[in-house]
């Protein structure tokens, strides 16, 4: 996994549904308590360049993606390196930001998008 803290996401404690960010209330049956679980990766479904960043002079580009997780939530994150899309990547928090790295997760490639 990529320097920095491991990724988190919340889970039901009723009925075992993942939402990131964290929620208030469970989408899915209204319950209100939370277990924290680690997501040590997911699949890159899209990605995208920002050769400019509002607001930011001279700032360099910024590859972000969205990661699909096993639970089938996605996550947006900024993308290191050039993984393809359809591959396993890597999730790490750096300074509150969601990082993908291409490498070695462990996920299986469970997913078939296009």
Do not use: Q
């Not at 549904?17 to 680690?38: D, F, K, L, Q």
């Not at 509002?54 to 996605?74: H, N």
């Amino acid at each position: 996994m990529s320097a920095g803290e491991p990724f988190v996401v919340t889970v039901c404690v009723t009925c075992d549904r993942a939402a990131y960010p964290p929620r208030a209330v469970c989408a899915g049956c209204g319950a209100s308590e939370w277990r924290h679980t680690p997501v040590a990766g997911g699949v890159l479904e899209h990605a995208t360049i920002l050769r400019r960043v509002a607001g930011v002079a001279g700032t360099s580009t910024v590859a972000l993606g969205v990661v699909r997780l096993e639970s089938g939530s996605r996550v947006i994150a900024r993308v290191k390196g050039r993984p393809a899309l359809g591959s396993a990547v890597a999730l790490s928090l750096n300074e509150g930001a969601v990082l993908a790295s291409p490498g070695k997760s462990k996920i299986k490639k469970w997913w078939k998008g296009a």
